[in-house]
T-cell receptor, first 112, second 111 residues
C-alpha cells in the first residue's frame, strides 16, 4: 500500500491564482481530512469528509473548497490564493471515527 | 474537546526513558487521549491512545492518572530518531476524524 499520497510536494502561486491540491489513499478509508500547518504552530483542520459525497467544514474553511466523489480521493481547491494561505498542507485518512489517522507527506505552498 | 497543556520543550539523553507529560484537566468521560508525533515537518505519526487504562505498544507506553486529568507518554529507550514534536490530543467518542492540535512538546534526544 502507498498509504496517503499528496501532490504536488511544493507549489508557488501568485495572489489570485487557483489550484487544486491532490490527496489519495489506497486503504479504503472512509474518513479523510485536510489540515494546514503554519510555522511554529500545530495543525488546524480545514475540511473533512466521513465518506463519499459527504463533506463538512473544520476550524479554518474560508478560502478552500473540497469534494469527495470517490472513497480514494479528496482534493482541496484554493479558489483565489492569498499570501495568508502560505502554509504546509497535510491530508489524512482513517477507517472510522475512532481509528487513528494516517497522514500524507504534505504539500508546501507559497503564495506570493 | 478538552484542552490540553504540554511543556514547550524537553531534553532526553539517548538510551534513557523520555517521559512526556500532558495535562487535560477538563477531560470528559467519553474522551480519549491520543498521542501523535511529527518528525521534522513530515506528516504526523500516530503513537498510541487510551481511555482510562494504561496502554503499551511497540513504540511507547501511555500512563493515564486515575482521575484522567493528566497522562504521560513514555518512550522507554529514546534514540536520536525520536527527536520530534509530540502532540497530546483529546478527542470525543463518536466524532469524525477531527484532531485538534496544540503546539506540542519539542523533544530533543541528545548523545
Amino acid at each position: 500500500n502507498a498509504g496517503v499520497t499528496q501532490t504536488p510536494k511544493f507549489q508557488v502561486l501568485k495572489t489570485g491564482q487557483s489550484m487544486t491540491l491532490q490527496c489519495a489513499q489506497d486503504m479504503n478509508h472512509e474518513y479523510m481530512s485536510w489540515y494546514r500547518q503554519d510555522p511554529g504552530m500545530g495543525l488546524r483542520l480545514i475540511h473533512y469528509s466521513v465518506g463519499a459525497g459527504i463533506t463538512d467544514q473544520g476550524e479554518v474553511p474560508n478560502g478552500y473548497n473540497v469534494s469527495r466523489s470517490t472513497t480514494e480521493d479528496f482534493p482541496l481547491r484554493l479558489l483565489s490564493a492569498a499570501p495568508s494561505q502560505t502554509s504546509v498542507y497535510f491530508c489524512a485518512s482513517s477507517s472510522g471515527a475512532q481509528e487513528t489517522q494516517y497522514f500524507g507527506p504534505g504539500t508546501r505552498l507559497l503564495v506570493l | 474537546d478538552a484542552k490540553t497543556t504540554q511543556p514547550t520543550s524537553m531534553d532526553c539523553a539517548e538510551g534513557r526513558a523520555a517521559n512526556l507529560p500532558c495535562n487535560h484537566s477538563t477531560i470528559s468521560g467519553n474522551e480519549y487521549v491520543y498521542w501523535y508525533r511529527q518528525i521534522h515537518s513530515q506528516g504526523p505519526q500516530y503513537i498510541i491512545h487510551g481511555l482510562k487504562n494504561n496502554e503499551t505498544n511497540e513504540m511507547a507506553s501511555l500512563i493515564i492518572t486515575e482521575d484522567r486529568k493528566s497522562s504521560t507518554l513514555i518512550l522507554p529507550h529514546a534514540t536520536l530518531r525520536d527527536t520530534a514534536v509530540y502532540y497530546c490530543i483529546v478527542r470525543r467518542i463518536g466524532t469524525a476524524s477531527k484532531l485538534t492540535f496544540g503546539t506540542g512538546t519539542r523533544l530533543q534526544v541528545t548523545l
